[in-house]
């Protein structure tokens, strides 16, 4: 069974930093593309980054990018997402994703950490 | 980036019903859609990818279609369990975009 598991959600102040972890299960991690998507209270789903299995190729939502940076250890089944000079519109629930083998569709979802962006 | 404008934003329909939702792209992305479901504090679900494929355990009543830069998806014989929120994903290109949602309530 696939598993992905998020932690380090948390309440944060506007400017400040956070790291989001979601770690791997039950797959040949090093064989899949990752992604981050999230989602406002109340609003829509929002694609936010991807990370080629290899590490290769890195891809940002331009409402993140030169802000937030994805990265993986393929040896411990893990990617990140650190997040840099939060704002209040990074509010949001962050999933991790994975791809499917053949396309970048998204079967597999972990079940979300909430990141807070509060003064 | 690839806009993905997707309609009726909400609609209200009865149990038994068909209901069809699209999803326009602003450039070509020949069938790389995938259609998503949402309930309420749920993590959404994949129904549908390359367009028209039903994904795992996906009842046949979901069905999609189209190409290039208009897609659809069908709900034939609405049932209960289906009022929720849905969402296209285009996989054409990066960044990836998903619609804005169209909400299915009832009716």
């Known amino acids: 069974e696939v598993l992905l598991v998020e932690s380090g959600g948390g309440l944060v102040r506007p400017g400040e930093s956070l790291r989001l972890s979601c770690v791997a299960s039950g797959f040949s991690f090093t064989s899949y593309t990752l992604h981050w998507v999230r989602q406002a209270p109340g609003k829509g789903l929002e694609w936010v980054s991807s990370?080629?299995?290899?590490?290769?190729?890195?891809y940002y939502a331009d409402s993140v990018t030169g802000r937030f940076t994805v990265s993986r250890d393929n040896a411990n089944n893990s990617v990140h997402l650190h997040m840099n000079s939060l704002r209040a519109d990074d509010t949001a629930v962050y999933y991790c994703?994975?791809?499917?083998?053949?396309?970048?569709?998204?079967?597999?979802w972990g079940q979300g950490a909430l990141v807070t962006v509060s003064s | 980036a690839i806009q993905m404008t997707q309609s009726p934003s909400s609609l209200s329909a009865s149990v038994g019903d068909r209901v069809t939702i699209t999803c326009r792209a602003s450039q070509g992305i020949r069938d790389d859609l995938g259609w998503y479901q949402q309930k309420p504090g749920k993590v959404p679900k994949l129904l549908i990818f390359?367009?028209?494929n039903l994904h795992d355990g996906v009842p046949s009543r979901f069905s999609g279609s189209g190409s290039g830069t208009e897609f659809t998806l069908t709900i034939t014989n609405l049932q209960p369990e289906d009022f929720a929120t849905y969402y296209c994903?285009?996989?054409?290109?990066?960044?990836?975009?998903f619609g804005g949602g169209t909400k299915v309530e009832i009716k």
């Open positions: 990370i080629s299995s290899s590490t290769t190729y890195k």
């Open positions: 994903l285009q996989d054409n290109k990066f960044p990836l975009t």
């Open positions: 994703a994975r791809s499917s083998s053949t396309n970048y569709q998204l079967p597999h």
């Open positions: 390359s367009t028209s």
